[in-house]
């Protein structure tokens, strides 16, 4: 992972496992690495597997310490966050690791999660950027009180959905727009979907639209 650690660092979500589901890594032709949410869990979180329904995909997910990545909101200063944002964009880019150790190319690894779990996979993605065979963030943006404005590096064409209610108490209609700014200026293609009066959730044609982006790995 690009600049966020050495290799000898050990935060508090080294260690706690990553859980998996779906096809064997060893026979996927596809992964997908889901960040749960605060106060949920990997096994949680691994339950949308079931609701994307894509067959022959290994799905992969780190547990956080104490069951939150991070201890304050994702719009606070970064280092009010830290080491928990640090050491769960390792603990992702570990799970992302094992996929290509098992043959699987980053250009067929999807990075998704729900809330603070999308948060992070959207963060990951912008700080370890190249082709990835898509991005999922429900109800989630960058991470931090202002964004760095531009973030260097290629996305490549890069699929990525945004899904956010325009009210959601958590993530401000405006971040995810600023996000897709982001995102969109390193040359991803976004799919940004904003729903109107929706709680803090997922929704039927967020996870349809996951589907997609997934599906299109194996078809």
Known sequence: MSGDRTDDEVGPHQGQGITTAGADLADAPAAVVLAHGRGASARGILGMADEFAVEGVAYLAPQA???????????????????????????????????????????????????????LAAEYVARNPRRYGGVIAFSGGLIGEELDGTYPGDLAGTPVFLGCSDVDPHIPEERVVATRDALEAMGADVDMRLYEGMGHTVNADEVAAARAVIASLVD
Do not use: K, M, T
């Open 65 to 119: 310490a104490r069951n939150e990545w991070y201890p304050n909101s994702f719009l606070a200063p970064v280092e009010a966050n830290e080491p928990g944002r640090s050491s769960g964009l390792r603990a992702l880019d570990d799970a992302v690791g094992r996929a290509v150790e098992a043959g699987i190319p980053h250009e067929r690894i999807v990075l998704g999660g729900f809330s603070q779990g999308a948060c």
